[in-house]
């Protein structure tokens, strides 16, 4: 089967080889407090740092996944509340949650499809941290890296948290323009699910001191304790460390990434222009996502082409949410290959032509 679903999808065609390799160097059977893991971890931050151009003095942690990060910030580095900015589902998510644990933090839902407006964003003094969904796999948008840049010349007291789960390691990002990164590794990374990166600046780190919120297993301030020595709070997710490791260290630089997957961005979006029978789910090349191509139709139209695609052995994301019965969503991470590309386009050509 070919996945183009937008996450758990294809794994990066070296991951047999790699796991085979684990298993052959006791890497699936080590203690996570031995050297051979400290080592293990070691090599693999200063990859992630160089091939994601993540500047020296942030830190990173490993986490189950991008969900448990929401927990994270909101235990270790908000006190009364925080202010969200999102136009889809998963930012939703995000706000919902953290209202639960903080009932004054507010949000701003901004127009699908538009640029959000710098201008109408009014975050209140006591919202510690600004949670922002960079890349909203729902509905195949993005915030644009300027924008962000624009929220941190705006409020440079507050702190800045981005989930980039569907874009950390596929687009370039300016780390320096937010205090906290989230991504989980199923989607850009190409590695099989069960593993989160959490990216924190010094500034974030302060902050986390001076709340002092110690009550929990994954208190940021444990992390860091343990991260001190390249190690975790809890048993990771070993294999998936060892794996991201040596995908990493295989991977080019993320420029080089990124040139790539907006180049075959736009390959599909050239391709998709030359049909009737559906249209984009977000016309907007402003903030279109490049790594999550959304695509809308009628009802009939979407769930015939599931069908098909099924029985010719590709995996297509389905709409999520209210979205689910009326669109597409098909994955453009780099992990995917070019042939599969090709075949995953013959495919529509023969179901609309």
Not at 120 to 136: L, M, R
Not at 306 to 312: I, P, R, S
Not at 325 to 352: G, W, Y
Request: charge should be positive.
């Amino acid at each position: 089967m070919l996945n183009f679903y937008p996450g758990p999808s294809r794994v990066n065609a070296k991951i047999p080889k790699y796991m085979l390799d684990a298993y052959r160097e006791g890497v699936v059977s080590i203690n996570h407090r031995s050297p051979e893991f400290v080592e293990i971890s070691k090599s693999c931050i200063k990859l992630l740092k160089k091939k994601l151009n993540i500047p020296g003095d942030y830190s990173i942690f490993y986490t189950s996944s991008a969900t448990e990060t929401w927990e994270i910030i909101a235990q270790s580095l908000i006190r009364k509340s925080s202010y969200h900015i999102f136009n889809g589902a998963f930012g939703q998510r995000w706000f919902t949650y953290t209202k639960k644990l903080h009932p004054k933090s507010t949000g701003y839902h901004f127009p699908f499809g538009s640029l959000l407006p710098i201008r109408d964003i009014n975050v209140p003094d006591h919202a510690e941290v600004i949670c922002i969904t960079q890349n909203e796999t729902s509905n195949a948008t993005q915030i644009p890296n300027h924008l962000i840049s624009k929220i941190r010349e705006k409020y440079n007291n507050q702190l800045i948290a981005v989930d980039a789960t569907s874009s950390l390691a596929g687009i370039k990002l300016s780390i320096d323009n937010a205090d906290v990164w989230f991504a989980s590794v199923q989607k850009c990374f190409g590695l099989p699910a069960g593993l989160g990166l959490m990216i924190c600046s010094p500034k974030a780190i302060e902050h986390a001191k001076n709340i002092n919120n110690q009550k929990h297993y994954n208190s940021l301030l444990a992390m860091v304790d343990k991260m001190a020595g390249y190690q975790t709070t809890h048993t990771p997710n070993v294999l998936n460390i060892y794996l991201l490791k040596r995908v990493m260290k295989a991977a080019p630089n993320v420029n080089i990434t990124h040139k790539k997957t907006l180049e075959r961005f736009n390959d599909w979006m050239d391709f998709l222009s030359k049909f009737e029978a559906f249209e984009l789910l977000n016309p907007n090349p402003e903030v279109q996502s490049h790594t999550v191509i959304g695509i809308k139709g009628s009802q009939k139209l979407i769930e015939k082409v599931h069908q098909n695609a099924k029985q010719a052995g590709i995996i297509l994301g389905q709409g999520y949410g209210e979205l689910k019965e009326s669109t597409i969503r098909v994955a453009n991470f780099p992990a995917i290959k070019e042939r599969e590309i090709k075949i995953c386009q013959k495919f529509f050509k023969r179901t609309f032509e």
